[in-house]
């Protein structure tokens, strides 16, 4: 019980170290080094976190698990770019927003491609688990007494 905790806890930090990484990448920016080492030094914490929680786990469903953290991050991003698009097609929202505020954020082509690599890898890992026999098993659990 504490292990599934642990691990769902150490998911979500890893899930938001992610979105953070495909946040980052709408960023635009003269140079791309600053930008790229930013969302190096948010993939790092991301991985480690997304680690712990797979060997708290002992890497059962480790594609599983993998592949529903990456996505989850690329549609959470997603959904936030979709609901920032919405809001400003509204005239009181573009009212109340000083003119230059978007102007940090226009590498649509970078943050796209995160968020799509992030969705594929995610994606891909699903469909390529093949724990179907391991989704009832409790860590630690012994086989049938005989």
Same mark, same amino acid.
């Given at each position: ?9 150490? #998911?979500?930090?890893?899930?938001? %170290? ?21 969302? $190096? ?19 059962? #469903? ?13 549609? %959470? ?10 809001? $400003?097609?509204?005239?009181? %929202?573009?009212?109340?927003?000083? @003119? ?29 688990? #093949?724990?179907?026999?391991?989704? #009832? ?6 086989? @049938?007494?005989?």
């Amino acid at each position: 019980m504490i292990r599934n905790v642990l691990s769902i806890i150490l #998911n979500v930090i890893a899930g938001f %170290f992610f979105y953070m990484v495909s946040l980052l990448g709408f960023i635009s920016e003269s140079s791309v080094n600053p930008k790229w080492m930013v969302m $190096l030094g948010f993939t790092i914490p991301g991985v480690l976190a997304l680690c712990a929680g797979l060997a708290v786990m002992r890497f059962r #469903n480790w594609r599983r698990n993998t592949g529903i953290v990456l996505l989850s991050a690329a549609g %959470f991003t997603a959904f936030l770019v979709f609901m920032f698009a919405i809001l $400003l097609m509204t005239e009181e %929202f573009r009212v109340m927003m000083k @003119p230059d505020t978007l102007t940090f954020f226009g590498d649509y082509f970078t943050g796209g491609s995160v968020i799509a690599g992030l969705a594929i890898v995610g994606l891909l890992l699903l469909k390529t688990n #093949n724990g179907g026999a391991e989704q #009832n098993a409790t860590v630690g659990a012994q086989g @049938p007494r005989r």
